[in-house]
């Protein structure tokens, strides 16, 4: 167990510029989640993967953001177009599937600045 | 709506001692599970301890343990012996509703543990 890896672990970059970011999960969880954390506040889910199909979507998730989970492994998290309001730490978190007992393990995070 | 609430923002304690870390929540579902998470100073997010609604014995991890009160929709964490690594942010989170089990986060409490 490898645990949940996430790179990178920092990101600058100018506004209006794309940024992607990735998350290996542990190798044997098929859920995968993607959660967003500002400064002061607890992770807020942006959405869900259960192998390859992407389940749900917050309202956070804006059409700026988009994810991906091509293989069912590792999963993409894209914003086009940045905005200031997108500085925030990113969180991926894996988990097996089964009723939501299960406990999710998440990665170190991708922390990204907007300048 | 789901919701969690952390009223305490900080809490200290002196090494050794016992500090109580308060959580309420609000769900219409009837089973369902409750989680601790901790997350260290730049570091990730750890689950520290979990509670089944259906089960009325409180869970226990060795120094942490919950007192969890499904009438008054409460779930705190009792943090015995702290110990200097137990200075964390202290997330109380709760499943978002149907069986994906996405987490709904309360705001935290950040929890200095002092020499």
Same mark, same amino acid.
């Given at each position: 167990?490898?645990?949940?890896?996430?790179?990178?672990?920092?990101?600058?970059?100018?506004?209006?510029?794309?940024?992607?970011?990735? @998350?290996?999960?542990?190798?044997?969880?098929?859920?995968?989640?993607?959660?967003?954390?500002? =400064?002061?506040?607890?992770?807020?889910? =942006?959405?869900?993967?259960?192998?390859?199909?992407?389940?749900?979507?917050?309202?956070?998730?804006?059409?700026?953001?988009?994810?991906?989970?091509?293989?069912?492994?590792?999963?993409?998290?894209?914003?086009?177009?940045?905005?200031?309001?997108?500085?925030?730490?990113?969180? @991926?978190?894996?988990?097996?599937?089964?009723?939501?007992?299960?406990?999710?393990?998440?990665?170190?995070?991708?922390? =990204?600045?907007?300048? | 709506?789901? $919701?969690? $609430?952390?009223?305490?923002?900080?809490?200290?304690?002196?090494?050794?001692? $016992?500090? %109580?870390? /308060?959580? %309420?929540? !609000? $769900?219409?579902?009837?089973?369902?599970?409750?989680?601790?998470? &901790? +997350?260290?100073?730049?570091?990730?997010?750890?689950?520290?301890?979990?509670?089944?609604?259906?089960?009325?014995?409180?869970? %226990?991890?060795?120094?942490? /343990?919950?007192?969890?009160? &499904?009438?008054?929709? /409460?779930? /705190?964490? &009792?943090?015995? !012996?702290? +110990?200097?690594? !137990?200075?964390?942010?202290?997330?109380?989170?709760?499943?978002?509703?149907?069986?994906?089990?996405?987490?709904?986060?309360? #705001?935290?409490? &950040?929890?200095?543990? #002092?020499?």
């Amino acid at each position: 167990d490898t645990g949940v890896s996430q790179n990178p672990r920092h990101k600058i970059t100018k506004r209006g510029q794309n940024v992607t970011f990735r @998350c290996d999960p542990i190798s044997e969880h098929n859920r995968l989640y993607w959660y967003r954390q500002t =400064l002061g506040q607890g992770p807020e889910f =942006l959405t869900y993967f259960q192998n390859e199909a992407q389940l749900e979507k917050s309202r956070l998730l804006s059409d700026r953001f988009s994810a991906e989970r091509p293989k069912g492994s590792f999963s993409t998290l894209e914003i086009q177009r940045t905005e200031q309001g997108d500085s925030a730490m990113y969180l @991926c978190a894996s988990s097996l599937q089964g009723a939501s007992n299960q406990p999710q393990h998440f990665g170190d995070g991708t922390r =990204l600045s907007i300048l | 709506a789901q $919701t969690v $609430t952390q009223s305490q923002p900080e809490m200290s304690v002196q090494e050794a001692e $016992t500090v %109580t870390l /308060s959580c %309420t929540y !609000d $769900t219409s579902e009837n089973n369902y599970y409750l989680f601790w998470y &901790k +997350q260290p100073p730049s570091r990730q997010m750890i689950l520290v301890i979990r509670q089944e609604a259906y089960k009325q014995q409180n869970a %226990t991890e060795n120094r942490f /343990s919950v007192n969890f009160q &499904k009438a008054a929709k /409460s779930f /705190s964490l &009792k943090i015995s !012996d702290s +110990q200097l690594g !137990d200075t964390a942010m202290y997330f109380c989170a709760f499943p978002g509703g149907g069986s994906q089990g996405n987490l709904i986060f309360g #705001k935290g409490t &950040k929890l200095s543990v #002092k020499p």
